[in-house]
């Protein structure tokens, strides 16, 4: 018996020696930094950058957060008392909540997928026609005073274009205010909202199409793949997997984060707040009563919410082409 025994407590010896002797995962990505010091050195500048104007003031909001900060006397510390009042007393930023999830659940996935399927359905025109096909879709998000546009097809008067249309074709006998009625105020903005949807995530999905390579449609053919929606899933979308999930950052944040909209078209503050959004609260807070620290809680819970959205995104980007 001690013949057996004797091999394996050495056995157990040398693995807890070489256990003990593996390096740590610290370790491990340092040697892998000074492989890649290069690289590191040039991003560096801008890695300084990101750290003092991104990093550093999103930190500070949410120390702010639990204070009571109102620009003229220093900071209170006061706990979580912004945050009972954001959720317990304060009406409006819970009809806010109630619009901002509105707004991303239908203007985040319908944009995200227009934004994939115009790009798809250009990227096969000739490179002049897909060229001006994309400026078309683009304009819109870059024009300036676009909402100017849709203040005159949504004016509350005869000489408006909505309700000019609708009394000429006999289907009203007096015009409505289109963005002072609480019933029409969040269609409109969501309908504006998804046609200047077509940015930044669009122009992405363009270049990410361009750069799928094209051996692997043959390869694919071979392998069994039968038709276009078959080479979508499994060649195409795997195949641009960063450019997916940049769009969808994007995507989720111009979501989460609408106020322009709001704003230009249904005032500042809005009729009974219809149209108030996380952000327009944010903005009220923030710049107009200098109460900071309620309006970083309000940007905390935003943070919070956009984060949570990415993350969510990505775990479902992941089971693309399986």
């Known amino acids: 018996m001690s013949n057996i025994d004797i091999p394996s407590q050495r056995s157990g010896t040398m693995a807890g020696k070489a256990k003990a002797s593996a390096p740590s995962w610290l370790a491990v990505k340092w040697q892998i930094m000074k492989a890649h010091k290069h690289s590191y050195i040039l991003m560096s500048p801008y890695m300084l950058l990101f750290a003092i104007f991104t990093v550093l003031p999103v930190i500070m909001s949410i120390f702010i957060s639990f204070t009571y900060f109102n620009m003229l006397e220093f900071p209170r510390f006061i706990g979580w008392q912004n945050y009972s009042r954001l959720f317990l007393e304060d009406d409006v930023f819970l009809i806010a909540i109630k619009n901002t999830i509105l707004f991303a659940v239908i203007t985040g996935p319908l944009s995200y997928i227009a934004c994939f399927v115009f790009a798809w359905i250009i990227n096969d025109l000739r490179p002049k026609m897909r060229a001006f096909m994309t400026l078309i879709f683009y304009a819109p998000s870059i024009s300036g005073n676009v909402y100017f546009l849709w203040q005159m097809i949504f004016s509350g008067d005869r000489y408006g274009i909505a309700n000019g249309f609708l009394i000429k ?22 309908l504006v909202q998804l046609w200047l949807s077509l940015g930044t995530g669009f122009l992405a999905f363009i270049a990410g199409l361009q750069t799928v390579d094209k051996t692997l449609y043959e390869a694919g053919a071979v392998d069994g793949v039968k038709n276009r929606w078959q080479e979508l899933w499994y060649i195409t979308l795997p195949s641009m997997k960063p450019q997916l999930m940049f769009g969808a950052v994007i995507q989720i944040t111009a979501s989460l984060a609408i106020a322009d909209v709001s704003i230009y078209l249904a005032g500042f503050p809005s009729v009974n707040y219809a149209a108030e959004t996380i952000v327009t609260h944010l903005i009220d807070f923030g710049t107009i009563r200098f109460e900071m620290g309620y309006a970083s809680a309000i940007a905390t819970v935003l943070f919070l919410l956009m984060l949570g959205s990415n993350l969510a995104v990505q775990r479902l980007l992941r089971k693309v082409g399986n």
């Open 169 to 190: 074709m006999g289907v009203l006998l007096d015009p409505i205010l289109w963005l002072k009625d609480e019933k029409y105020i969040m269609p409109i903005i969501i």
